[in-house]
């Protein structure tokens, strides 16, 4: 059974910082291509950041050079370091987990963790 689960998401002032992890279970984690999306009220969800198998990384413009993705194979968990947190950041941020292989795409998604940027 595979299983992502998040955690580390919370109410935080503007300007302030929060890491988020997600611990995967049940899959070859070190494979897997790892992502970071979020979804605002009222908006569609969109992808945060990624990170390849071999270390590859994307960042959405918005928040290029205030969040850091990575990883801990041995740990089978992705992190997702943000800083210098805007109001606009507040949404529910998933874990996902993609692979794929010749029998075909894998894709999982974690249950969401609450990130709310407030004063």
């Known amino acids: 059974q595979v299983q992502l689960v998040e955690s580390g998401g919370g109410l935080v002032q503007p300007g302030g910082s929060l890491r988020l992890s997600c611990a995967a279970s049940?899959?070859?984690?070190?494979?897997?291509?790892m992502n970071w999306y979020r979804q605002a009220p009222g908006k569609q969800r969109e992808l945060v950041a990624a990170?390849?198998?071999?270390?590859?990384?994307n960042y959405a413009d918005s928040v290029k050079g205030r969040f850091t993705i990575s990883r801990d194979n041995a740990k089978n968990t992705v992190y997702l370091q943000m800083n210098s947190l805007k109001p606009e950041d507040t949404a529910d941020y998933y874990c996902?987990?993609?692979?794929?292989?010749?029998?075909?795409?894998?894709?999982?998604w974690g249950q969401g963790t609450q990130v709310t940027v407030s004063s």
């Open positions: 990170i390849t198998s071999n270390g590859g990384l």
């Open positions: 996902n987990a993609q692979f794929s292989g010749t029998w075909g795409p894998r894709i999982y």
């Open positions: 049940g899959i070859p984690f070190s494979i897997y291509t």
